[in-house]
């Protein structure tokens, strides 16, 4: 997958609990929705597997907006619950934006709300074109020759 540098939110961040993105994206006013025309989506990257040894652990990927760029009063837009035996080292998580959605806000970014006894995980996230993810990507085990 592709990705711009200046469209990063977390970049190999290892988390412990509740942060908001190091970074959060400025649409250029009030009047401006990058959500509308090409579809866009936030792309998680698990770097790091998610704990989840006591069992309790939850991850949480947020999609916030707000007028601030510390994104201090955020607005929660989209929730996404992950299990936490899905979030593997190398697991790729896609977060489509709905179109419309971040009209009326300034600043965009992410929240991940992690909870239960351990959590932990380190992930990076970006936001990306949605004809820029590759989903037919497999990989097989050595030894298999594709035709």
Known sequence: MYHDDQLTLF????????????HSIDVGGTQ????IGEGLAVVFVVTVAADHTTG?????LDL?????ADLSTATVLLQR??????????SVHVLP????????????????????TTPTITLTAYVTPMDMIQR?????KSGFTIL
């Open 11 to 22: 970049s190999a961040k290892a988390l412990t609990g509740t942060a908001l993105s190091d």
């Open 64 to 68: 916030v907006a707000d007028s601030n």
């Open 56 to 60: 309790d652990e939850t991850y949480e």
């Open 81 to 90: 619950v992950i299990a936490a035996a899905k979030l593997i080292a190398g």
């Open 136 to 140: 037919d990507s497999v990989n097989f």
């Open 32 to 35: 401006n929705d990058p959500s």
């Open 97 to 116: 934006i709905p179109p419309g959605i971040l009209a009326g806000f300034e600043f965009f970014g992410i929240k991940a709300v992690l909870g239960g």
